[in-house]
């Protein structure tokens, strides 16, 4: 469970970082070939669809909880 969610943050993170670069490229791509064509810079709206600080703090103390019981369950 939890190496699964480290994985899937790692991949998007990458992916985020894969979609910056793209872009990069593209704006570097206007600035070499055609700079009075070079697009306006538009802020990006993902950052408010984000989920909020305190869903984050909810799903940390559910992982610490899920620890927490499997460190006092009976061994055999």
Known sequence: MILRGAATQRRAE???ARALN???????AFAFHDPQHLPEFR???TAAAAPPQ????VDHERV?????????RPRP
């Open 14 to 16: 990458v992916e985020a």
């Open 22 to 28: 793209h872009q990069l490229a593209g704006l570097v």
């Open 43 to 45: 802020p990006d709206d």
């Open 54 to 57: 305190g869903a984050r703090e």
């Open 64 to 72: 610490r909880g899920a620890l927490i019981a499997m460190a006092l």
